[in-house]
């Protein structure tokens, strides 16, 4: 989009001026408009152009125009003639260069021109679709002329208008009234915008410091933008205090950078005066002494100039701006602030200008606290602290609370900028500031969990007292001596917070900062295994157990990514890089635990709990990266897993013997050939145990065992249930084998309790497992109706169990027909009709209505809970309570 030309009528620039800043900014103007006003207004501007920006081309055709460089840049490339100084700067950064020369040189030449070329420049990139009218400012005119700068509504004409005094004129911009509700380039979305203001604020920048050893110094340019520039940031128009205070302030961004280059040409002219005058008398020169003396004394002059713009630009612009009820102005204003205080410290790096960041922590915007937040990191980075003492006092609880800000970014933020507190100045924080940061490592948000991590780390884990080796130990001693004070250090912290048991989230935590500690798991699991004559560096029960739920979690996190109930919105979509490095992880982990899980499993075979945790591992192995040349520790550890489920009972333990079974049994799994034999030998073991046992307790058709065989078959009937959940086990006949149980409780009675539940499960499962292969390959309707016949057969032995005498017994019995009816139900939904006759079955009245009697006894009454809240939290709390699938809901 191109604007329309400048219109400057240079017969009268000494007294009246007249700008047209019509901008291609506004949104308001389509290509076909522009176009149409361009053909009805080209004949009347036509020779105001001439005599006015392009009138600069007249008199400076030896420099090629005024802005001949940049535009002929462009024409090479092949862009649109560019009229304006905002349409070139709009094009891109590449001419910037040669823009900001082009206006030097049209400067010298003509510096009331050019300047005008600059103010309708600003006036443009505020978006402003009206007019300027400068005219000379003349002292005895009269002293009253500051009574007359006002911002008013012409209601003659219907625009608004902003008068003021931009020395060495009196400028009068007008501007319509809709400017105020319209877009401005600034706060425009798109690419194009974005960059233009990356632009703009490089323009203001390289002007700077293109003119830094010219006309900066002539009392002229700069004093006439300051007050164009503090005067429009203090309108009432958005948009021309947005644009006006963002280009001041990045103007004095510029001028600091001015004051640094001026004070090492000081330094260096100091040194090099000193160097003089340290010569012999008859070697020194008078006249160099006195020539680098005055130019000590005027760069120094200088340096005082420059000074002075900055504080006239900072109490013109940023102490009205800062409290700007626009959030954007407000986040601008703290940006540049801390620019000038690390750029600048000797100026600005005090309390006097500390204060207003320390106030600006409260903002209620986060931007603007973030802004805050964001500067302090680097201020306290750049060993400044000592100039910060009375702000970190003043200021501490402010920056600890942020750490629960609303908003994540601005407590992540907040938390890094405590751990740079932390690491510059050691006794700001009290050991309770930072056991109350250490425990956002359980948070939910993830990245601030993380950042919280990595302050842990930095505090506690990388404290150098940790490690400290032994006189003369080894190597691995030192290792190991190192990973366990770090692991102490970790159960400290963890038994000390006493707020959370969730090290699984702690790993998460820790997983990017400390990630080198928990994938060393051959560090780790050394703490476990007797490899030390040291007593004093055994590790309690306790420290076991937390090594080993450690242990456990950085596999989980290795093996499968930071996917964490509560933590992230969803599970992230890995790339090949991270793919391949996730696969090598678990390879590594899976050569590493396959070697010493045995001995593991060996060592803690009478503790359920840690076996519980140790029998997870093998569900995380990388079976398809491995070969066969770790058979021997396979063989090892299928050993020690037999031994294992046979010394145990416990049905969590038997679980996850199921499921690493299941793991090593893949058929995919180079371990198959070793790992199915011994489970298929493991099984057909416990059913011919069990068939023993049963043809003993039930010669007589009722269940007459002793305590001992009762106790066996119990056993063994759990052990077969837990792992027929995990495989299916049905060609070893287990159904048979619980309907026998069944048979006898349902006719004669006197079946134990545990041993009722344990054969409902047995049967569910097996009922389940034909039901998920029924109709896996073309089904005849001999094999439906032999599986509906199973299905009504436990359904009805289901029934009977309704109105058991324990209520143990009546509850898995509701949940095992629970459990079968919503399979077959969907079963039926996902029934291929290719596949033959389906497998059709419907529950018959009474057992109908004996589930929706057991609902309503069971679930809505309660002898201690009878009103409307408490019958739905009983109802909630039985089907959490069952882990399980019910059909309370869908038969009410």
């Given at each position: ?703 007459t065992a002793n305590e001992d065989n009762t106790s066996e078959i119990l ?30 409780e349902i006719k004669h009675g006197g079946l134990p309790m545990e041993v ?137």
């Amino acid at each position: 989009m191109i604007a329309e030309p400048t219109l400057l009528s240079r017969s009268v620039q000494k007294e009246n001026s007249v700008v047209d800043v019509s901008s291609c900014a506004s949104v308001h103007h389509v290509s076909s408009e522009r176009n149409e006003n361009r053909q009805k207004t080209v004949r009347g501007k036509r020779k105001a152009r001439e005599c006015s920006e392009n009138a600069k081309r007249k008199h400076s055709k030896s420099s090629n125009g005024s802005l001949g460089r940049a535009e002929n840049e462009q024409l090479k490339n092949g862009d649109v003639e560019a009229v304006t100084l905002f349409e070139v700067v709009s094009m891109g950064r590449s001419a910037m260069q040669a823009v900001v020369d082009d206006w030097i040189d049209a400067y010298t030449v003509d510096r009331d021109t050019a300047l005008l070329d600059l103010i309708s420049f600003f006036i443009q990139c505020s978006g402003c679709k009206g007019m300027v009218t400068a005219e000379m400012f003349q002292s005895k005119q009269g002293t009253d002329v500051m009574s007359k700068m006002v911002e008013d509504l012409d209601e003659g004409t219907g625009l608004q208008y902003k008068k003021f005094l931009a020395f060495p004129w009196i400028l009068t911009v007008t501007w319509p009234l809709d400017m105020d509700s319209g877009e401005y380039p600034l706060i425009m979305s798109g690419l194009y915008w974005k960059r233009f203001r990356s632009h703009f604020c490089e323009f203001v920048s390289v002007l700077v410091a293109q003119c830094q050893n010219s006309v900066i110094f002539d009392g002229y340019l700069l004093n006439t933008l300051i007050s164009l520039l503090t005067e429009l940031s203090d309108s009432r128009v958005r948009a021309f205090r947005h644009t006006c205070t963002l280009a001041a302030v990045k103007l004095l961004s510029a001028l600091v950078n001015v004051a640094l280059n001026l004070s090492v040409s000081v330094d260096n002219s100091q040194r090099l005066y000193e160097v003089e005058l340290a010569k012999m008398a008859s070697k020194r020169a008078s006249q160099r002494l006195d020539r680098i003396q005055r130019k000590i004394s005027e760069l120094q002059d200088r340096k005082f100039e420059i000074e002075n713009m900055m504080d006239a630009i900072f109490k013109g612009v940023f102490l009205k701006r800062y409290r700007d009820v626009i959030p954007e102005i407000r986040a601008i204003c703290m940006e540049e602030l801390m620019v000038w205080m690390k750029l600048y410290s000797s100026v600005f790096l005090n309390d006097s200008y500390l204060k207003y960041v320390g106030w600006m922590m409260h903002d209620k915007q986060p931007d603007v606290r973030l802004k805050c937040v964001l500067g302090l990191q680097g201020l306290y980075q750049d060993q400044n602290s000592s100039k910060m003492d009375l702000f970190t006092i003043r200021f501490k609880e402010r920056m600890i609370s942020m750490t629960l800000d609303k908003d994540h970014e601005v407590a992540i933020q907040a938390v890094r900028l405590l751990m740079v507190i932390s690491q510059s100045c050691e006794d700001v924080l009290s050991p309770d500031d930072h056991k109350n940061i250490f425990q956002f490592v359980y948070c939910s948000h993830r990245p601030l969990a993380i950042t919280a991590g990595e302050f842990l780390y930095d505090r506690l884990l990388s404290n150098p007292e940790l490690s400290r080796p032994r006189e003369g130990a080894s190597d691995q001693d030192r290792h190991r001596e190192l990973v366990l004070a770090r692991v102490r250090a970790l159960i400290h912290f963890h038994t000390e917070s006493e707020l959370h048991q969730h090290v699984l989230y702690l790993v998460d935590s820790l997983w990017d900062s400390a990630g080198a500690l928990l994938k060393d798991w051959t560090g780790l699991t050394s703490l476990l295994l007797p490899q030390t004559s040291c007593q004093e560096q055994a590790l309690s029960s306790a420290e076991e157990a937390f090594v080993i739920e450690l242990i456990l979690a950085s596999v989980r996190q290795a093996a499968e990514g930071p996917l964490l109930s509560g933590r992230g919105a969803g599970k992230k979509v890995i790339n090949t890089k991270e793919k391949k490095l996730q696969t090598d992880v678990s390879t590594k982990l899976t050569e590493h635990f396959i070697k010493v899980l045995p001995e593991l499993l060996s060592k803690y075979s009478e503790d359920a709990e840690k076996l519980t945790s140790f029998l997870r591992i093998p569900q995380f192995f990388q079976t398809d990266s491995c070969d066969l040349e770790n058979s021997r520790y396979v063989q090892a550890l299928l050993a020690e897993l037999e031994a294992v489920v046979d010394r145990h009972t416990d049905t969590g333990l038997l679980e996850m013997a199921a499921r690493s079974y299941q793991t090593l049994c893949a058929q995919d799994s180079p371990w198959h050939p070793l790992a199915r034999p011994s489970f298929d030998r493991l099984i057909q073991h416990w059913t011919n145990t069990l068939e023993t046992w049963l043809g003993e307790s039930l010669s007589s058709g009722c269940f007459t065992a002793n305590e001992d065989n009762t106790s066996e078959i119990l056993s063994t009937l759990k052990k077969l249930t837990a792992f027929n959940l995990a495989q299916d086990l049905s060609k070893w006949s287990l159904y048979e084998l619980g309907t026998k149980l069944l048979e006898a409780e349902i006719k004669h009675g006197g079946l134990p309790m545990e041993v009722t539940i344990e054969a409902l499960r047995c049967m569910c499962s097996c009922i389940l497992w034909k039901l998920n292969t029924f109709g896996e390959g073309v089904t005849s309707r001999e094999s439906a109706l032999q599986q509906r016949n199973q299905l009504r057969a436990f359904c009805e032995k289901c029934h009977r169990c309704l109105s058991h005498a324990e209520q143990l017994v009546r509850e898995q019995a509701f949940m095992c027909l629970s459990d079968v009816l919503i399979a077959h139900n969907y079963q039926l939904q996902m029934w291929d009709s290719s596949a033959g006759t389906p497998l059709l079955y419907t529950p018959d009245p009474k057992l109908q209505k004996a589930l929706l009697s057991f609902v309503l006894e069971h679930v809505f009454t309660s002898p201690e809970l009878d009103t409307h809240s408490s019958k739905g939290s009983l109802l909630f709390s039985f089907t959490v309570n069952h882990k399980g699938p019910c059909l309370a809901c869908a038969l009410l």
